[in-house]
């Protein structure tokens, strides 16, 4: 189950992943196509509009090298590339095109003049002088075309980034559309007039996609003025456009956001233009708290921050899933820890029946060994079978318990004379050759506690404990059992009492600790203690040691706990 769990968070995170560099993918995509589309505007001259541009289209998360195979006015290529481009390749390309020696993946692309994706072709590169620059990548050729009109070919090699192919291939078609469409624009000196009839109808389909998008999509300028909102930010306000339109975001953000959001303003003022994707708890104006995660990029121009745009989306089903997760997480956990109780106590509690078991058998045989009178043998055989049927309850009381929940615990109102009465009898019966006293002193002979059937489980450790490790030749326990009052709850205080060997203080903050007595010097040695811990723990009360002598641990102990009264 732990495997399983583990499998579906490295799941999780792995999809988490792959959305935030599916975003960052559009998100330079979308960078590119608004920076070409800028020098389509500005530029005048065709060669710096494509250096630029190929430019913009070369070393990047996406694009490792770009180029253009340019028409000139006599219908011959020529390659404009962009200003850092030094690869050889150039050089042998354009020697190529000199002696009129067209590659076949080119001349494919040329024929058609259409958009072609050139893979390594082994048919195609087998005869081509060109062949020892081929790659894996894949190669985008696009035809430079607009009003009708071929100007050239735009040359872009995609690196394997796992991104949709398709979809770049999408945007390197439309790009090539903005670059063939600057081009026939310098050409006509009617770039102005045409580009922004194209920018107008560019804002249109941008306002279109922005409205119909589920996310909240809005834009500030750098001093948290909003400039833009889609609807889905208009109704997640619940205002109207031009009444959100000039408000402050810092005024629409929640009072314990607000120190984060200064201080991400105050890097995008420092100049810092990355990209950030946080969270945050939004309040409706209904009163409904929203967890949103922000992806939040810079609006540049002339290379400076002038805004930022942020696209923000619900995660609510995102921290169900999370809070189901740990809530599961910690299921399992209550289900290891009960398995690992329940094997404890079995471990621990037959070895005690064993015990006994063993010393009515020995008994047994030397009674039949020195002809003994015959009813002492019967008594220890009664003794025996005390102790089976004492092992025939443990299996079931351990199989009912497994099968109840954290939460239930099968707690019941439990009446503890009796139960007391038996666990010191039973050990009596194990411990023959050990003399003992056990005093009990109750104030009432009815007492009930809140337990279960661990009960009798608790009371036998507390005491077999305080004779394994008691070296005196008479074994003296005091149990006292009285009733309390704390904080207007009332509580059972039982006092084990013993002298045995006493507990150095060292020992008594970890006495009932389980890892402690797993060592090996320790082996066998405190185990019930632990296992009393965790039933009170189960009771919801508490346990403690003390000296029973106050400043001489060496003279006994005196084990003290309370649980609630039923």
């Not at 020529?78 to 354009?94: D, M, R």
């Not at 810092?250 to 607000?258: A, G, I, S």
């Not at 009960?455 to 005491?463: A, Q, R, S, T, V």
Request: hydrophobic share 35%; proline share 1%; aromatic share 8%.
């Amino acid at each position: 189950m732990a495997n399983l769990n583990n499998q579906s968070k490295e799941q999780y995170i792995k999809k988490l992943e792959a959305l935030n560099k599916e975003f960052e993918y559009k998100n330079t995509l979308l960078q590119i196509q608004n920076a070409i589309s800028k020098l389509v505007m500005l530029k005048e001259d065709t060669k710096e509009l494509i250096k630029e541009a190929c430019n913009l289209l070369s070393s990047n998360q996406i694009f490792r090298l770009s180029f253009v195979l340019l028409y000139d006015s006599k219908q011959n290529l020529h390659i404009i590339k962009c200003f850092q481009a030094k690869e050889q390749f150039f050089g042998e390309l354009e020697k190529a095109l000199k002696d009129a020696y067209i590659p076949k993946c080119i001349s494919k692309a040329l024929d058609s003049k259409e958009s072609k994706i050139i893979e390594n072709d082994s048919k195609l590169c087998k005869t081509c002088n060109l062949k020892k620059y081929k790659t894996n990548e894949l190669v985008k050729i696009t035809s430079l075309e607009y009003n009708q009109n071929c100007y050239g070919f735009l040359f872009t090699y995609i690196k394997e980034n796992g991104y949709n192919f398709n979809r770049i291939a999408q945007k390197l078609d439309e790009i090539s559309e903005e670059l063939a469409y600057g081009i026939y624009n310098i050409n006509s000196e009617k770039e102005k007039i045409i580009y922004a009839k194209n920018l107008e109808k560019s804002e249109k389909k941008y306002r279109l996609l922005s409205n119909s998008a589920k996310d909240l999509i809005y834009a500030h300028d750098l001093d948290g003025k909003i400039i833009y909102a889609n609807e889905a930010m208009l109704n997640f306000v619940d205002l109207k456009r031009k009444e959100l339109i000039g408000q402050n975001v810092f005024d629409l953000t929640p009072n314990k956001e607000k120190e984060s959001m200064l201080k991400r303003s105050n890097l995008r003022h420092s100049g810092n233009k990355s990209h950030l994707i946080y969270e945050i708890v939004a309040k409706k104006p209904n009163g409904e708290k929203i967890p949103l995660e922000v992806n939040s990029v810079p609006i540049m121009e002339n290379g400076e921050i002038i805004g930022i745009h942020c696209v923000a989306r619900d995660i609510s089903e995102r921290k169900e899933a999370e809070k189901a997760l740990k809530k599961s997480k910690q299921e399992y956990q209550n289900a290891f820890n009960r398995a690992e109780f329940y094997k404890d106590l079995f471990a621990h509690d037959i070895r005690n029946i064993l015990q006994g078991m063993l010393t009515g058998l020995q008994l047994i045989e030397f009674q039949l060994k020195q002809n003994i009178n015959q009813s002492e043998t019967i008594e220890n055989l009664g003794t025996v079978k005390d102790q089976i049927e004492r092992g025939q309850r443990l299996v079931l009381n351990i199989k009912k318990l497994s099968q109840i929940t954290h939460d239930d615990l099968g707690l019941k109102s439990m009446e503890i004379l009796p139960i007391l009465n038996e666990c010191v009898n039973n050990i009596k019966k194990i411990f023959t050759k050990r003399p003992m006293t056990i005093k009990i002193n109750c104030e009432n002979e009815e007492i009930r506690i809140k337990a279960n059937e661990l009960l009798g489980d608790l009371f036998e450790n507390l005491i077999i404990n305080s004779i394994k490790h008691n070296n005196n030749e008479h074994i003296e326990i005091m149990i006292n059992i009285s009733e309390i009052e704390q904080k207007q709850q009332k509580f059972i205080r039982f006092e084990f009492i013993d002298n045995a060997m006493g507990i150095k203080d060292s020992r008594k903050e970890i006495l009932f600790q389980r890892a402690y007595f797993k060592r090996k010097k320790h082996e066998g040695l405190g185990l019930g203690l632990s296992l009393v811990k965790r039933i009170i723990d189960l009771y919801r009360g508490k346990i403690w040691v003390e000296n029973r002598v106050k400043e001489d641990h060496s003279k006994g102990s005196k084990f003290i706990f309370e649980i609630p009264k039923f």
